[in-house]
């Protein structure tokens, strides 16, 4: 029972704060190959950026996102691949050259 408390001589019962919590949404992440961001790039830049999060059930920010990101896409790259210009860069590229056919001849 909660504490009472007394007022003019009548026992008054204390009201509970009701705390209520919402609810959290799991949302489920996911990761788009190259190929399919630039299939939804092509189709905003064509039909506009809110058109295009309705017709790939995407949201609309996300899609702003990658049309601006598209500017500094490699064309060069896997198109299987997930992450646009993830990596470092090579400093030395014909010493790391030289280390990994080195790294190879001894494994052999």
Known sequence: MPPQKRKRGKAVKQK???VR?????KRNRN???VEQK????????????NEAARHFNLNGSMVGRW???SESWVTELNQN???V??????FYPEAEKKLYNWIIEQRK
């Open 16 to 18: 509970k704060k009701v």
């Open 21 to 25: 919590r919402r609810k959290t949404v």
């Open 31 to 33: 990761s788009y190959s």
């Open 38 to 49: 630039r299939q939804v790039v092509t189709y905003a830049k064509e039909n506009g950026r």
């Open 67 to 69: 049309v601006k990101a």
């Open 81 to 83: 691949s997930k992450r």
């Open 85 to 90: 210009g993830s990596g470092r860069t090579v």
